[in-house]
């Protein structure tokens, strides 16, 4: 969903006026038959296709009055958060290991770069991008931080994970970012 919901809002708008065109020519045929049909096959069809005008009238006067949209502060914030993941995580294993909440995996993951980097094997700045990235996801699980690891975070925290809290912590519900989280795995496996 691309457009995030305003071209389907648009073709929804359509589509319940066709249905009230069709309902109102119901209406219409009806009545010109009228004559053929007894009287309680009358009443009773007439009853629900006024039943079903009211609510193709109500939900018409609802999109019209911009109460009812397929836009909603969800998709917006969706945007945000996914924006946000995208910046601030540039590893997907670091990401996949958030989305599925392994924080265990996270910390092994920390330990083997720390060996990694004093072998050689693994360079400064990776290293610290990496390391940001794991003490994030491991600081939005709930885990404590050592005061070590607090400081090396603030002192390498870059904007995007800064952004990456920020919008994160708006979200309110973690189990919100969890699920962007995860959409953000699947989109880096495709």
């Known amino acids: 969903m691309a457009s995030r919901g305003t071209t389907e809002t648009s073709k929804l708008k359509q589509n319940l006026e066709e249905q009230l065109d069709r309902l109102m020519q119901q209406l219409q045929d009806l009545e010109e038959c009228r004559e053929e049909l007894d009287a309680d096959e009358y009443e009773e069809t007439k009853k629900e296709t006024l039943e079903q005008l009211s609510e193709i009238n109500d939900s018409l006067k609802k999109i019209m009055s911009g109460d009812m949209t397929l836009v909603d502060e969800l998709?917006?914030?969706?945007?945000?958060i996914q924006a946000a993941i995208s910046q601030a995580f540039k590893t997907p294993e670091v990401i996949r290991m958030f989305a599925k909440k392994q924080p265990r995996q996270l910390r092994t993951k920390l330990?083997?770069?720390?060996?990694?980097?004093?072998?050689?094997?693994?360079?400064?700045?990776?290293?610290?991008?990496?390391?940001?990235?794991?003490?994030?996801?491991?600081?939005?699980?709930?885990?404590?931080?050592?005061?070590?690891?607090?400081?090396?975070?603030?002192?390498?925290?870059?904007?995007a994970l800064s952004q990456f809290e920020r919008v994160s912590t708006d979200l309110g519900s973690g189990d919100k970012v969890f699920a962007l989280a995860s959409f953000e795995v699947e989109k880096a496996k495709q």
């Open 111 to 159: 330990a083997e770069m720390d060996r990694d980097l004093m072998v050689g094997k693994l360079g400064r700045d990776l290293y610290t991008q990496q390391k940001v990235e794991i003490l994030t996801a491991l600081r939005k699980l709930g885990e404590k931080l050592t005061p070590d690891d607090e400081m090396f975070l603030s002192a390498n925290a870059g904007t």
């Open 75 to 80: 998709s917006g914030m969706q945007l945000a």
